[in-house]
Antibody, heavy 120, light 107 residues
């Protein structure tokens, strides 16, 4: 079945950078849009970014625009999130999620998440 | 941005109860509405898309309805494994937005 495995989380100081990865398997990765969604401790879900199936379209949430960059490597079945200028409020579990289409916004599968903690 | 408002924010129910959660969008979103379940310490799981269509493998005790601005999620007979937090999410336009969540607790 569809598998999404995130990695790259950890503890990072404010202002520093971190890159998350999401390895996808058991579906044709290059046919589907992909999302990052985060959840701060004890809080609800917050959408972060989407990338279309071919990487030609990208959208971001207002809170990360200009600081985070979503990308993908279809030859490696891998999704990325480059996070720069990190802030304490970026502390969250980051989930990789598969779109049901090219980037419709309807999510059908979720990864298990990787935890990012921004702290000095 | 489209705001999604869920009610109630929490509810207490017993095994076998029928439970209904509502979600309201700040503007019309047609039927571009999903429902997501999250159990404590676990990843989210998608239950429903297009307001009323079940994701593969989701039991028929879950049902969704609505269109435009008002939507509902109903669990026909609550089971122990259904105690969780439920979120609605609109995908009519970017940025995607989620409701604040409804925590279903055991009475």
């Amino acid at each position: 079945q569809v598998q999404l495995v995130e990695s790259g989380g950890g503890v990072v100081q404010p202002g520093r950078s971190l890159r998350l990865s999401c390895a996808a398997s058991a579906f044709t990765f290059s046919n589907y849009g992909m999302h990052w969604v985060r959840q701060a401790p004890g809080k609800g879900l917050e959408w972060v970014a989407v990338i279309s199936y071919d990487g030609s379209n990208k959208f971001y949430g207002d809170s990360v625009k200009g600081r985070f960059t979503i990308s993908r490597d279809n030859s490696k079945n891998t999704l990325y999130l480059q996070m720069n200028s990190l802030r304490a409020e970026d502390t969250a579990m980051y989930y990789c999620a598969k779109d049901s289409g090219r980037y419709s916004g309807a999510i059908d599968y979720w990864g298990q998440g990787t935890l990012v903690t921004v702290s000095s | 941005d489209i705001q999604m408002t869920q009610s109630p924010s929490s509810l207490s129910a017993s095994v076998g109860d029928r439970v209904t959660i509502t979600c309201r969008a700040s503007q019309g979103i047609s039927n571009d509405l999903a429902w997501i379940q999250q159990k404590p310490g676990k990843a989210p799981k998608s239950l429903i898309y297009a307001a009323s269509s079940l994701q593969s493998g989701v039991p028929s005790k879950f049902s969704g309805s609505g269109s435009g601005t008002d939507f509902t999620l109903t669990i026909s007979s609550l089971q122990p494994e259904d105690f969780a937090t439920y979120y609605c999410q609109q995908y009519n336009s970017y940025p995607l937005t989620f409701g604040g969540g409804t925590k279903v607790e055991m009475k």
